[in-house]
Structure formats: C-alpha cells, structure tokens
C-alpha cells in the first residue's frame, strides 16, 4: 500500500480557515474517476462490489506512478 495518499480538496472550518488535514484523499479521488470511467462503458458487466474493488486497484496503481514520477 502506497503511504504517501495525502487529502485534496481541502475543506474549510467554521472560522473559515482552510484544513488541508480534512477531506477527501487522493487514493479515494483516483478510485472515483477509475469507478465513474468504468461505469461509463454501457457493456461493464461487473457488481457493484467488483467495481469498487477494482476503482481501488487502479488508484492504487495511479498512486505507484505517481510515487515513481515524483523521485
């Protein structure tokens, strides 16, 4: 598992100061664009659980690239 998985989208307190600690991460980012282009081909056959696992595997991977890209 990647452990470099840090938070975008920052959210902002009730004071209005940003929390780059609060949010959605980017492992969850990349496994919802993988989820929302694999749901997007009318011939996917898969389950709802196999999709997900699959968004998953597939930021898990974009996170190693990343990770090698970034060195």
């Known amino acids: 598992m990647i452990t470099d ?3 975008v989208y920052p959210m902002v ?3 209005g100061r940003m929390r780059p600690q609060m949010g959605i991460t980017l492992r969850d980012h990349f496994a919802g ?3 929302q282009g694999m749901l997007a081909n009318p011939n996917n056959k898969l389950t709802e659980d196999r999709a997900a ?8 991977a974009m996170l190693r690239e ?3 890209r970034i060195r």
């Open 33 to 35: 664009q993988a989820m």
């Open 66 to 68: 990343r990770e090698r």
């Open 5 to 7: 998985n840090p938070f």
């Open 13 to 15: 307190d009730p004071n």
């Open 53 to 60: 696992q699959w968004a998953y595997v597939v930021a898990e």
